[in-house]
């Protein structure tokens, strides 16, 4: 398995076929009946993964030209601006080649898009290219074909049963005048051809009939429509040697209607059905198993609806029916063999033909939305600059109401919601649909509602609500069913942001307890605010948020929306021991219960011993968790954590007096409890440390310990950011210290100030909807979660394999229960070692940097062979997230993997990232340690984290 790229391999081909004109090449004629299997896209992954390479080329799979073929055409887009990069072509008749290897010239270039053919004086049946390995960093897709160039012959207009098709009599079949959109569509905010910069037709066959209509899709990227569109007429021209672009129009991801081959051209879309036919086509990827590492795509309900609005013009204007028979995806035509128009816009046909039976392009896209009260005077509403960042209080909600200029400045989405994020929260409803319902929560009560985005209407639910004032209320958004990322949104009246995904610094609301719902099936926020505040409440998916609230959910999604507020009385805490100092060896690694305390007070002898402080904190550590404040300067307030609640507070450093802040609390058993601290003003990194009552390590920094009473689920240490959160499960309620610093005065042993700006709030909140509590960590097995980062499994939000195969969300690995222990279950395979042909000998892995042929090397060890080196023989590879602790924790990290049906377990390493998602499998493992596992290729196995530093090899 080539393991130095993952993307997905993908042939896909694109089924255009054309128009009446036809260029005369040498050679007998033939007509191009079949052009799908003579054109493929393949991306940079494809061509790393899945083409043969040499020291100074990659070369292509063949592609079968049945027809015949005599040009090879391309059209390339790079990463960024630059040269077309070398490619050559070769032709060959009857797998024997017919050419030498010959430079395509380039006939066409823009920024990143060329498009270069070479033509060939023999006729062949299949061709294959080269791309120089220098090259293919460079290269982003590639869309390339191989025959003979000009328009299907007469056969494709009689063969069509309709059409009047004729020529309009231009010598030579060239026509250098430009066609005008007609009147009666100019106006109707089509973009035209003059408009995006389109070459002039050379179309001679009018066919100015229509009675039918056919749906595509460009099997391309959807940024930069319209460079899109003027690459994809010169690749159709130049390459092709059609008289224009193939489609009459084309239609962006935002709506925009892009005006394609003149309409009263015939079109060149469907083979052998292009007489009487619009050809429509949508800009983008939009097939359920995507198309190479562009990935798939949900068309957004703008497009969806221009499409429509589109048909209904062009059925009134040529009257054709809006139904299944006169209105098809390219792939319902007779003949067709083809995905076109790709799933995801498949299954929305039938509602672009009703938008179409009810309105036009020269209707409203849709009624207005429904709106709540305004919260400020729209009066003035002209003299506002909306688009400005929040430089009148009514400019947000006049945006809204889409009565004033439109959000194009600072404001527009950026596609980051945060403290730093210029975002007008009102906004959303002006691009996305939405729906404004009420919700009442009374104070100290309870809400909630089970609500679905089944309708297709909305893509996002606003809630008009009363957050009471004084104790916390949480919002907990949890997904019920259907495949999407939950996020919460909550804005105040006037549109300034409260939440949006991460904190928002609101001068009247203190926010806590985030879960933002990239990554599992819940979103959840805890508000609290010293009096009554009007809010709106968005609920959406992140596909939504992510897309500017452009877009549409799928309609099986459902959630249950619920808001509570907590104002019960905190319980009264037991002072902390104050012991009996006198005969206590301080210093001695936890010698006593007593030590600690008395040590923190100062009344014994100091810690020069065994438990000094060491700058590291872990299972390994010989470290007295009291100790810290007989050295820093701590303030010890006692504090209550509320059971099944919410508990928050804002705090600072100051009055300089104090380095180390140190809670007495409560932590109430049961249901998981959240402990977070987030730095809300300062420089400075947030640092948590956590031990039970007699000083016992439960968290301490980055390394979780592993108590013998507390579970720990989640870590997010603070060193590379603004937040330090921990997650526990404690077995009963049971006392503890929360040590609330900085990472440079715990690097520091303590010593130290921290700057007397930073502020923090610190919050903890108890989950108890339900569900058992994980198993407390005991020998191999470390949980699912490790110092903020996951293993890999369903559904898990992923930058990284977004960034290497264009895919969001984690497709395989599923979490199962094995023992009382939460696992992630898939199919495994093996890599690296000698006999590994799958990998160049050059090739290292992606996270160690280790060449992966010399690794389980011999094939076949001794005992004491494979007792001397574990790492090289127990390593591991899965997609991992590289956000947040990048290679280095993975490098470091160690896992646990199980053979389900004999309970067989081995702890291996990562070093390399993987498998392909095409294969369908969720880890890669050693030749050996499947071996000692005893499972073969696709069989399933259990993976979770292992504690860090464990052994390597099979577990006795």
Request: charged share 15%; glycine share 12%.
């Amino acid at each position: 398995m080539k393991r130095g790229q993952f993307f997905l391999c993908l042939c896909a081909v694109v089924a255009l076929a054309g128009c009446i004109e036809a260029t005369e090449v040498e050679g007998p004629a033939r007509t191009l009946a079949a052009p799908d299997e003579q054109e493929s896209i393949v991306s940079r992954g494809d061509i790393a993964g899945t083409w043969n390479r040499d020291e100074s080329w990659f070369f292509s799979t063949v592609l079968d030209a049945p027809v015949g073929a005599n040009r090879v055409g391309v059209l390339v887009e790079l990463d960024q601006s630059g040269e077309m990069p070398v490619i050559e072509a070769q032709l060959y008749e009857g797998g024997e080649p017919v050419s030498e290897w010959t430079p395509l010239e380039v006939t066409w270039s823009e920024t990143v898009h060329h498009v270069a053919v070479v033509d060939f004086s023999a006729i062949g049946d299949s061709a294959k290219l080269r791309l120089a390995a220098t090259a293919i960093d460079s290269v982003r897709m590639m869309q390339w074909n191989a025959v003979i160039p000009g328009e299907p012959g007469e056969a494709d207009a009689s063969g069509s049963g309709g059409g009047d098709v004729v020529a309009d009599g231009v010598s030579g079949g060239l026509q250098t005048a430009e066609y005008g959109l007609a009147t009666d569509l100019a106006d109707l905010g089509i973009v035209s051809r003059t408009k995006w910069g389109a070459r002039a037709t050379r179309c001679t066959a009018k066919n100015t009939l229509k009675t039918k209509m056919a749906v595509h899709y460009t099997v391309t990227p959807s940024t930069d429509p319209a460079a899109r569109v003027r690459a994809i007429q010169a690749y159709h021209q130049d390459s092709r040697g059609w008289c224009d672009i193939g489609y009459h129009f084309l239609i962006g991801v935002d709506g925009t209607i892009y005006e394609g081959r003149p309409l009263d051209m015939l079109g060149a879309h469907v083979s052998n059905n292009n007489a009487g036919n619009i050809g429509i086509s949508l800009i983008g990827c939009f097939h359920s198993s995507g198309c190479g590492s562009m990935g798939p795509i949900v068309p957004p309900e703008a497009m969806i609806e221009a499409a429509g609005r589109l048909m209904g013009t062009l059925s009134r204007r040529h009257n054709i029916a809006l139904n299944t028979d006169k209105v098809r995806g390219h792939r319902d035509f007779p003949g067709a063999s083809t995905d076109c128009p790709g799933d995801n816009v498949y299954v929305r046909l039938a509602d672009m033909r009703s938008i179409g039976v009810n309105r036009g392009l020269d209707a409203p896209a849709t009624e207005p939305p429904i709106i709540n009260e305004p919260p400020a005077p729209p009066a003035t509403c002209e003299s506002l600059t909306c688009g400005s960042c929040e430089t009148a209080p009514g400019c947000e909600w006049c945006a809204a109401e889409a009565r004033c200029l439109s959000s194009s400045s600072a404001c527009a989405w950026a596609g980051d919601v945060g403290t730093t994020a210029c975002w007008d929260a009102l906004w959303p409803c002006s691009v996305g649909t939405c729906w404004n319902p009420t919700a009442n929560l009374a104070a100290c009560g309870q809400w909630a509602t089970d609500n679905d985005f089944t309708s297709g209407s909305f893509n996002t639910h606003r809630y008009w609500m009363t957050i009471p004032g004084g104790s916390p209320v949480t919002l907990e958004l949890r997904r019920s069913a259907g495949n999407f990322a939950p996020a919460l949104l909550v804005a105040d009246r006037a549109g300034k942001v409260i939440f949006g995904g991460a904190n928002s610094l609101h001068p009247s609301v203190a926010v806590s307890n985030v879960t933002n719902g990239r990554s599992g099936d819940t979103a959840r926020v805890t508000l609290t605010s010293g009096q009554d505040v009007d809010v709106y409440v968005y609920v959406t998916g992140w596909q939504i948020l992510d897309a500017g609230f452009k877009g549409t959910l799928p309609k099986t999604s459902k959630y249950h929306l619920s808001a509570s507020q907590n104002c019960a009385p905190p319980p009264v805490l037991e002072p902390p021991p104050t012991g009996v100092c006198s005969g206590l060896a301080c210093g001695q690694c936890e010698g006593s219960a007593g030590c600690s305390w008395c040590a923190a007070r100062g009344e014994c002898a100091d810690s020069a011993g065994t438990c000094a402080w060491s700058g590291e904190v872990g299972t390994m550590a010989c470290w007295d968790a009291l100790w810290p404040c007989a050295v820093a300067t701590c303030w010890d307030p006692t504090v209550s954590f509320a059971t099944c609640g919410t508990w928050s507070r804002n705090e600072d450093y100051s009055s300089g007096s104090f380095s180390v802040h140190r809670y007495f609390a409560a932590l109430p058993g049961g249901g998981p409890v959240t402990i977070r601290m987030q730095r809300t003003a300062g420089t400075y990194a947030p640092a948590l440390l956590i031990t039970d009552r007699a000083g016992k390590m439960i968290v301490g920094g980055e390394a979780v310990s592993l108590h013998p009473d507390v579970a720990v689920t989640n870590v997010v240490s603070g060193r590379t950011g603004a937040t330090s959160e921990v997650t526990l499960y404690a077995n009963t309620d049971m006392n503890v210290y929360v040590y609330v610093t900085s990472w440079a005065i715990l690097d520091a042993n303590f010593t130290g100030s921290i700057p007397t700006s930073a502020k923090y709030s610190l919050s903890a909140v108890q989950d108890c909807s339900g569900g058992t509590a994980p198993p407390v960590s005991t020998g191999t097995y470390a949980g699912l979660t490790q110092s903020g980062s996951e293993i890999p499994r369903f559904g898990l939000y992923n930058p990284t394999l977004h960034s290497v195969l264009g895919v969001w969300n984690e497709p395989y690995g599923e979490v199962v229960d094995y023992n009382g222990e939460s696992w992630v279950r898939g199919s495994v395979s093996s890599f690296g070692g000698p006999n590994d042909t799958g990998v160049s000998s050059t090739e290292t892995g992606a996270v160690s940097g280790e060449n992966l042929r010399g690794l389980n090397n011999p094939l076949n060890p001794s005992a004491s062979a494979l007792a001397a080196n574990p790492n090289g023989y127990y390593y591991v590879a899965m997609r991992w997230n590289y956000t947040p602790g990048g290679t280095s924790f993975w490098k470091a990290a160690r896992l646990t993997v199980k053979n389900p049906s004999t309970g067989k377990t081995i702890v291996v390493r990562p070093v390399d990232w993987g498998p392909n998602t095409n294969t369908a499998r969720t880890l890669d493992l050693s030749p050996q340690a499947l071996k000692d596992l005893g499972l073969q290729t696709d069989d399933l196995a259990l993976v979770a984290f292992a504690p860090p530093g464990t052994t390597l090899g099979v577990v006795p």
